[in-house]
């Protein structure tokens, strides 16, 4: 578990992991390149981790040279096991890779953190109208391309982020244009694209809700470097909000910062960005976030909604958050009430009034996002933290403690319930 002595005001200087959820889709679509594929900026997640697996699996060598992953093209089959399947939700990533790079692919029914429902159904309809035959039996997914994959108009129902990268993966090869309409516009999708282009695709539009591809023959390998990661920024900013801090963090995307601002502004905290930099100076007392509703980007991003709650928590006032991505994204409210906050969920709104501290008590973390909330809590309570579920907090967070530490915190990690 994670245990924090708080409260401390952080200070200091810290460097931004690279994106996680760039990471993950860059791992599948090196299935795609006929040659070497090298990621710098890749960080060390255990998410990482099962993305790594599937490509050995699947017969591919992964070499970790510092912060940078080597993926050497072998394949040797096109099946992806249950076990490595369920690990996290976008091993579905794959689906897309391996029918493009194999004209098939055998796979399950993905895992990943319980926040909603989560279906694959935007997926599914949107390959078939690549020409991907999907059948489904009993959680498997049977998956061929008898007539190759063939380019066409596809207008998503709604923005997925897994489901642009899919079609952006199964068409990059395709014969013929395909057009994503409706598509996701978050930046990872940005960073895919400008993979699969130094590979020699031809993917335009990517960041903007009509993404075109134009099929090339084939993809060689890149050097890429993987984009700084926005989430895991907005929780060191929370975390210095929180504890009245005063933190910069360096290697940070300031564009990609923008949709989560109001919050830190509301709040009253001071803002700087300059370059690649971010300093966040925190009051002695927060005001309230106000109001926030998570949208697809460049609306206010759902994996952020947690970690601004404890912000909202410790607010001079009364805070509004309307979650509309995740249907089961407020478990951790609960865990938060245990440190005496005040939050009141009903349904997709959160209605939170601030109270002036939050005392530690042992908590339990039930998705990734969800226990980085509990983390900054921890950090702000009066007393020891004790943070058990810690499995799904490393599946995002590189370095965690040694990080917070270096900003001062008091944090460790020790065995047992
Ligand atoms: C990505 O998940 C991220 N994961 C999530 O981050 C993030 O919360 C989410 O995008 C939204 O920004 C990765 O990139 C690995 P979606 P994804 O498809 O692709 C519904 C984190 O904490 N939907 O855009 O799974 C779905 O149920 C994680 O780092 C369908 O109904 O998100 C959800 O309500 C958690 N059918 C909404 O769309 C489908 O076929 C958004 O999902 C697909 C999605």
Request: aromatic fraction near 4%; charged fraction near 20%; hydrophobic fraction near 40%.
């Amino acid at each position: 578990m994670i245990i924090i002595d708080g409260p401390v005001k952080l200070g200091g200087e810290i460097k931004v992991q690279g994106a996680k959820n760039s990471t993950l889709p860059l791992l599948a679509a090196a299935v795609i390149c006929k040659g070497e594929t090298v990621l710098h900026n890749c960080p060390a997640l255990s998410d990482v981790e099962t993305a790594v697996r599937i490509l050995e699996h699947l017969g591919y060598q992964c070499t970790r040279e510092g912060s940078s992953l080597i993926v050497n093209n072998e394949m040797k089959c096109c099946e992806i096991p249950p076990d490595l399947m369920k690990g996290m939700r976008s091993s579905i990533v794959f689906l897309g890779a391996l029918v493009s790079r194999c004209g098939e692919a055998n796979l399950h029914f993905p895992g990943g953190c319980e926040i909603g429902l989560r279906p694959i159904d935007i997926h599914i309809s949107s390959l078939k109208k690549l020409g991907v035959e999907i059948e489904e039996s009993g959680g498997c997914l049977r998956c061929s391309a008898p007539n190759g994959i063939r380019g066409s108009y596809v207008s998503l129902p709604f923005p997925s982020v897994g489901a642009t990268e899919n079609l952006m993966l199964a068409a990059v090869c395709s014969k013929g244009t395909t057009v994503i309409s409706n598509a996701a516009r978050e930046p990872e999708i940005s960073d895919l694209a400008l993979y699969l282009n130094r590979c020699g695709g031809r993917v335009y539009g990517a960041g903007e809700s009509c993404v075109i591809i134009d099929g090339v023959e084939e993809l060689h390998g890149c050097e890429h470097t993987i984009m700084p990661d926005r989430i895991v920024t907005a929780t060191y900013m929370a975390a210095a909000a929180v504890t009245g801090g005063d933190v910069v963090i360096r290697g940070v995307d300031n564009s990609h910062i923008l949709p989560m601002m109001s919050p830190f502004e509301e709040s009253g905290c001071c803002i700087r960005q300059y370059g690649d930099v971010i300093n966040i100076l925190a009051p002695e007392r927060l005001n309230p976030v106000k109001h926030i509703r998570t949208m697809p980007y460049p609306g206010f991003p759902t994996d952020a909604q947690p970690i601004v709650m404890p912000m909202a928590a410790l607010g001079k006032g009364t805070s509004i958050l309307v979650e509309n991505i995740f249907e089961n994204r407020y478990k951790y409210a609960e865990e938060l009430n245990h440190m005496g906050a005040n939050i009141r969920i009903e349904g997709k709104v959160a209605i939170v009034e601030g109270v002036e501290k939050l005392v530690g008590a042992p908590v339990t973390s039930w998705d990734l996002r969800g226990g980085a909330a509990l983390v900054i809590a921890g950090l702000a309570a009066e007393g020891e933290t004790r943070i058990s579920g810690e499995e799904y907090i490393y599946r995002g967070y590189e370095d965690l403690e040694q990080n917070f530490a270096m900003l001062g915190a008091k944090i460790r990690t020790a065995e047992g319930k």
